[in-house]
């Protein structure tokens, strides 16, 4: 299986900042992971992924990191906006099962 | 594109009672998957599909039943519903399991 979890529950960050989400996984064989943005009441969103076989991925004010040496993974965001204020989570495949960390709630302050 | 949706978004149900949840895609997804959401919990995968006709048992499939008679319906059925199944339902769809998955916006389930 998969064990999958976030380093802090919470992250408040002021508007402008970078924001930095950690996620750490426990299996080796974990080959795909994406980053989501939960908004309150709604569905999942895809922000970025990357494959095990990269280290970096860049998309807009988005970079993602991988770490397979020590499992880990990070998302960072910059120049942070109110409206990135929303739950972030990873999701980890393992074999043909997504497993996903309990996120981290990021609160931008204006 | 209405991408994927879910009916319905809200239910109370008494224990005992079965419902049906409705996923639908318009993406012409191969895999769909249905998954519940509690707090302090991440996603948890309960059934999966492979492709139409296809399913597969999850994470936590105990209590649940799914179809997927049509290619873009995937319905999650409880046949006796009980309190450790009040929930948020999330039904996802993706191209291939090694791709983003596509959300619909949730099911919110109590049973009292």
């Known amino acids: 299986g998969e064990s999958v979890g976030l380093h802090l529950p919470t992250l408040s960050v002021q508007e402008g900042d970078n924001s930095i989400i950690n996620c750490a996984y426990s299996n080796s064989a974990s080959d795909y992971f994406i980053w989501y943005k939960q908004e309150s009441g709604k569905g999942p969103q895809f922000i970025i992924d990357i494959r095990s076989n990269m280290d970096k991925r860049q998309g807009q004010r988005v970079t993602v990191l991988l770490n397979k040496t020590v499992k880990h993974l990070s998302l960072q965001i910059a120049a942070t906006q109110p409206g990135d204020s929303a739950v972030y989570f990873c999701?980890?495949?393992?074999?043909?099962?997504?497993?996903f960390g309990t996120g981290t709630s990021l609160t931008v302050i204006p | 594109n209405a991408g994927v949706t879910q009916t319905p978004k809200f239910r109370v149900l008494k224990t005992g009672q079965s419902m049906t949840l409705l996923c639908a895609q318009d993406?012409?997804?191969?895999?769909m998957y249905w998954y519940r959401q509690d707090p302090g919990m991440g996603l948890r995968l309960i059934h999966y599909?492979?492709?139409?006709?296809?399913?597969a048992k999850g994470e936590v499939p105990d209590g649940y039943n799914v179809s997927r008679l049509k290619k873009q319906n995937f319905l999650l059925g409880l046949e006796s519903a009980a309190p450790s199944q009040t929930s948020v339902y999330f039904c996802?769809?993706?191209?291939?399991?090694?791709?983003?998955?596509?959300f619909g916006p949730g099911t919110r389930l109590t049973v009292l």
């Open positions: 993406m012409n997804h191969e895999y």
């Open positions: 996802a769809s993706s191209t291939l399991g090694y791709n983003e998955q596509f």
């Open positions: 599909s492979v492709g139409e006709g296809t399913t």
């Open positions: 999701a980890v495949l393992t074999g043909n099962q997504f497993y």
